[in-house]
């Protein structure tokens, strides 16, 4: 182990993966060291089935052949989706990663309304004034509000003042909402289902932040379109042979500009009396650095736990119920449709992405704990999933954001994985990081540019 490095990264989680990444192709010396003996830490994808068997403490079943080849199958711990022009599509872009990476798009977008009963429906989320005409999310009238209201958000500019419609930097969305007439069952799929948000507070907030996320939406739709022009299905991408492929790639693009990896040796973090980092120990020896990134279980002092995410690992041998026999598909359930605060989401994926055996499902049931039952809180919307292949893996994961921003003490630390299922969070959390540690905003054009190979990286 060579003594004196720019950067020392702790765990090899895709945030963690992807700054070791970013530096290193920005001349910084990187040593990445994680105490597993595998990549992705808590983003891993786990291989062969019977790993999942292992890891949640359950025995095999005797009739495991039902589930085909074991090594078919890699089931992502935290899953999530791309959204095709958002932030983490860029920056594998920019970055080059692609070149190791194949991705498809998901299927489709969903979203689950309850209408107050015990077995709502699900409905495709309106990915054009088209299809909001033909939507059974909304009655007749309730359409024609709609479509207008999408076609001011499509059209809408910061810079044209024409596109205001006499709102100003101060009305919120509510306003807006009330201003276009919409109903209560409209907001639920916009707020939730298009602009992503987990809760209700983004209502009395500046309506800016909605409309940009809405527009981040359909612009992800015609991100990837074909020749024809033709809408992609989903916003979403999946790559190939799950998420745990992501960090992996991010890892090999750091040693390829001089990053070095050290997996399966355990740490401990030296500081000076002032709290400042000084080096990391392992058995291999001292490697001392002018700062530390990590994830929140290599620095347990400095962090706060602040809240738990519930998630539930079902298989399944049939698509779900009511999206057209989707071989993926996102379906988010917005909270006021299931009496709570926030969102629940459900994430599937199948053979058709090398992460199952064929003709087999996985659907992953996420939400943020809201009460001191988890599990029923994601056992309540099973039924939407239909019948499962076992009984589904339940785990409760504490969440941790860093309670020491690292500007004095040189320790930057990640947040955790939230409950959403996409990127958008996580990408927020790395840019933050990076701004911390370099003192500078992450430039991704500037970054492409000191790659050997700047254009290797396209889908």
Same mark, same amino acid.
């Given at each position: 182990?060579?003594?004196?490095?720019?950067?020392?990264?702790? !765990?090899?989680?895709?945030?963690?993966?992807?700054?070791?990444?970013?530096?290193?192709?920005? /001349?910084?010396?990187?040593?990445?060291?994680?105490?597993?003996?595998?990549? !992705?830490?808590?983003?891993?994808?786990?291989?062969?089935?019977?790993?999942?068997? @292992?890891?949640?403490?359950?025995?095999?079943?005797?009739?495991?052949?039902?589930?085909?080849?074991?090594?078919?199958?890699?089931?992502?711990?935290?899953?999530?989706?791309?959204?095709?022009?958002?932030?983490?599509?860029?920056?594998?872009?920019?970055?080059?990663?692609?070149?190791?990476?194949?991705?498809?798009?998901?299927?489709?977008?969903?979203?689950?309304?309850?209408?107050?009963? %015990?077995?709502?429906?699900?409905?495709?989320?309106?990915?054009?004034?088209?299809?909001?005409?033909?939507?059974?999310?909304?009655?007749?009238? @309730?359409?024609?509000?709609?479509?207008?209201?999408?076609?001011?958000?499509?059209?809408?500019?910061? @810079?044209?003042? %024409?596109?205001?419609?006499?709102?100003?930097?101060?009305?919120?969305?509510?306003?807006?909402?009330?201003?276009? /007439?919409?109903?209560?069952?409209?907001?639920?799929?916009?707020?939730?289902?298009?602009?992503?948000?987990?809760?209700?507070?983004?209502?009395?907030?500046?309506?800016?932040?909605?409309?940009?996320?809405?527009?981040?939406?359909?612009?992800?739709?015609?991100?990837?379109?074909?020749?024809?022009?033709?809408?992609?299905?989903?916003?979403?991408?999946?790559?190939?042979?799950?998420?745990?492929?992501?960090?992996?790639?991010?890892? +090999?693009?750091?040693?390829?500009?001089?990053?070095?990896?050290?997996?399966?040796?355990?740490?401990?973090?030296?500081?000076?009396?002032?709290?400042?980092?000084?080096?990391?120990?392992?058995?291999? /020896?001292?490697?001392?650095?002018?700062?530390?990134?990590?994830?929140?279980?290599?620095?347990?002092?400095?962090?706060?736990?602040?809240?738990?995410?519930?998630?539930?690992?079902?298989?399944?041998?049939?698509?779900?119920?009511?999206?057209?026999?989707?071989?993926?598909?996102?379906?988010?359930?917005?909270?006021?449709?299931?009496? +709570?605060?926030?969102?629940?989401?459900?994430?599937?994926?199948?053979?058709?992405?090398?992460?199952?055996?064929?003709?087999?499902?996985?659907?992953?049931?996420?939400?943020?704990?809201?009460?001191?039952?988890?599990?029923?809180?994601?056992?309540?919307?099973?039924?939407?999933? !239909?019948?499962?292949?076992?009984?589904?893996?339940?785990?409760?994961?504490?969440?941790?954001?860093?309670?020491?921003?690292?500007?004095?003490?040189?320790?930057?630390?990640?947040?955790?994985?939230?409950?959403?299922?996409?990127?958008?969070?996580?990408?927020?959390?790395?840019?933050?990081?990076?701004?911390?540690?370099?003192?500078?905003?992450?430039?991704?054009?500037?970054?492409?540019?000191?790659?050997?190979?700047?254009?290797?990286?396209?889908?």
């Amino acid at each position: 182990m060579e003594e004196e490095y720019d950067v020392i990264v702790l !765990g090899t989680g895709l945030s963690e993966c992807i700054l070791s990444g970013i530096l290193s192709v920005e /001349g910084k010396k990187v040593l990445h060291m994680d105490r597993n003996q595998y990549y !992705g830490a808590e983003s891993a994808s786990l291989t062969p089935l019977n790993a999942v068997f @292992e890891r949640f403490k359950r025995e095999i079943p005797a009739d495991v052949e039902k589930f085909g080849r074991g090594r078919d199958w890699n089931v992502d711990l935290i899953p999530k989706f791309l959204m095709a022009d958002g932030k983490l599509v860029k920056t594998l872009l920019a970055t080059g990663v692609t070149r190791y990476l194949e991705f498809k798009m998901v299927e489709g977008s969903y979203v689950y309304m309850s209408g107050g009963k %015990k077995n709502g429906k699900i409905s495709k989320v309106p990915a054009s004034e088209t299809e909001a005409l033909k939507s059974d999310l909304m009655g007749m009238f @309730e359409k024609k509000k709609f479509a207008k209201f999408l076609s001011w958000v499509l059209e809408f500019q910061k @810079e044209d003042p %024409k596109t205001w419609k006499n709102f100003t930097e101060q009305t919120t969305m509510q306003q807006v909402y009330d201003s276009f /007439g919409v109903d209560k069952n409209t907001i639920d799929f916009t707020g939730h289902a298009i602009a992503l948000f987990r809760d209700e507070e983004y209502r009395q907030r500046p309506f800016m932040e909605t409309v940009d996320k809405a527009q981040l939406y359909y612009s992800s739709l015609t991100r990837y379109s074909d020749q024809d022009k033709k809408q992609s299905p989903s916003p979403y991408l999946y790559c190939l042979y799950g998420l745990g492929e992501l960090p992996q790639s991010f890892a +090999r693009l750091s040693a390829i500009y001089g990053g070095t990896y050290m997996l399966g040796v355990p740490v401990d973090v030296e500081l000076n009396d002032s709290g400042t980092f000084v080096a990391v120990k392992s058995k291999e /020896g001292v490697a001392k650095a002018k700062m530390v990134i990590g994830d929140p279980s290599y620095f347990p002092d400095k962090v706060e736990k602040c809240g738990q995410v519930v998630r539930a690992i079902c298989f399944l041998d049939h698509p779900v119920s009511d999206t057209n026999n989707a071989n993926s598909a996102q379906i988010i359930c917005p909270a006021s449709q299931l009496n +709570r605060k926030t969102d629940v989401y459900i994430c599937c994926v199948s053979s058709a992405h090398a992460v199952a055996s064929k003709g087999k499902y996985i659907a992953v049931v996420g939400a943020t704990v809201e009460t001191e039952q988890p599990e029923e809180e994601v056992k309540s919307v099973l039924h939407i999933l !239909g019948s499962l292949a076992c009984e589904p893996f339940i785990y409760v994961q504490d969440l941790y954001r860093p309670t020491d921003l690292g500007r004095e003490s040189k320790v930057f630390i990640t947040k955790s994985y939230d409950a959403t299922t996409h990127f958008e969070t996580t990408c927020d959390d790395i840019e933050s990081v990076y701004e911390r540690c370099t003192g500078q905003k992450l430039d991704l054009e500037k970054l492409s540019s000191k790659l050997v190979t700047p254009d290797a990286g396209s889908f």
